[in-house]
C-alpha cells in the first residue's frame, strides 16, 4: 500500500519542548506533505519535500526524507499549546494523496 | 479567497434516507477530491474530478454512494439510501494544476446516520 504510517499514534510534551514525528511508506513517491488536523476541522497543508529534497524548514518546522529508507520526519521546535492538533504525512502519486492514520500531539501547558 | 466551503457542516438523518453533501471549490481550482474520515479508516480518497470529470472512483464505497461536478464551482456527494456505518466526517479539498499539488480542504459535513 502507498498509505504512510506515521509513529508515534500519539505523543503528549511539554510546552516549549520539540516534538518529533515519524512517517514511513512502501512505495516511490513523487512529494511527501505533512497536514494539520485541529479538533472537528479541515486539514491544512503544513510542508511539501519533494522526492530529490532531503530537508526542509519552514518557521517552527522541520522535515526530513530519507527515500532510501522510505521514511520522513517532522519536527516542530519550541512547542505551544496551538501546535496541539493531529499530524499527517500524505504520499503524493500520480495525482492522489494517501494519508497516513496520523499523529495526535498533545502539548500541556 | 473564502477558501473550499461545504454544507451542511452537520447532518444527522435516519437510515434509508437521501443525503446531499455540497462543496464549492476554491474560484480556479481544478481539481476536486472527496474524502471520508472515520476513526477506524482514517482519511480515505473517494472520487476526484479534474475539470469537472471524475478520474478515479475506485474509492467509493458502493453504488449507494454517488457523486457529481456539474460545473467548475459546484460538486455534490450523494448517499442513497443511507445507512449507519456511513457516519463519518466528509470533506471536500480542491487544487490547482501548476501548484506544488497542495490541496485546501473544507471544514468539512459531520454525517450522523441513525
Known amino acids: 500500500s502507498q498509505q504512510g504510517e506515521e509513529d508515534p499514534q500519539a505523543l503528549s510534551i511539554q510546552e516549549g519542548e520539540n516534538a518529533t514525528m515519524n512517517c514511513s511508506y512502501k512505495?516511490?513517491?513523487?512529494?511527501l506533505q505533512w497536514y494539520r488536523q485541529n479538533s472537528g476541522r479541515g486539514l491544512v497543508h503544513l510542508i511539501l519535500?519533494?522526492?530529490?529534497?532531503r530537508e526542509k524548514h519552514s518557521g517552527r518546522l522541520r522535515v526530513t526524507l530519507d527515500t532510501s529508507k522510505k521514511s520522513s520526519s517532522l519536527l516542530i521546535t519550541a512547542s505551544r499549546a496551538a501546535d496541539t492538533a493531529s499530524y499527517f504525512c500524505?504520499?503524493?502519486?500520480?495525482?492522489?494523496?494517501?494519508f497516513g492514520q496520523g499523529t495526535r500531539l498533545t502539548i500541556n501547558p | 479567497d473564502a477558501g473550499v466551503i461545504q454544507s451542511p457542516r452537520h447532518e444527522v438523518t435516519e437510515m434509508g434516507q437521501e443525503v446531499t453533501l455540497r462543496c464549492k471549490p476554491i474560484?480556479?481550482?481544478?481539481?476536486l477530491f472527496w474524502y471520508r474520515q472515520t476513526m477506524m479508516r482514517g482519511l480515505e480518497l473517494l472520487i476526484y474530478?479534474?475539470?469537472?470529470?471524475?478520474?478515479?472512483d475506485s474509492g467509493m464505497p458502493e453504488d449507494r454512494f454517488s457523486a457529481k461536478m456539474p460545473n467548475a464551482s459546484f460538486s455534490t456527494l450523494k448517499i442513497q439510501p443511507s445507512e449507519p456505518r456511513d457516519s463519518a466526517v466528509y470533506f471536500c479539498?480542491?487544487?490547482?494544476?501548476?501548484?506544488?499539488?497542495?490541496?485546501?480542504f473544507g471544514p468539512g459535513t459531520r454525517l450522523l446516520v441513525l
Open positions: 479539498a480542491s487544487r490547482r494544476t501548476g501548484t506544488q499539488e497542495t490541496q485546501y
Open positions: 512505495t516511490s513517491i513523487n512529494n
Open positions: 519535500i519533494r522526492s530529490n529534497e
Open positions: 500524505a504520499i503524493q502519486g500520480a495525482q492522489k494523496l494517501v
Open positions: 474560484s480556479g481550482h481544478d481539481y
Open positions: 474530478f479534474n475539470n469537472n470529470v471524475p478520474i478515479d
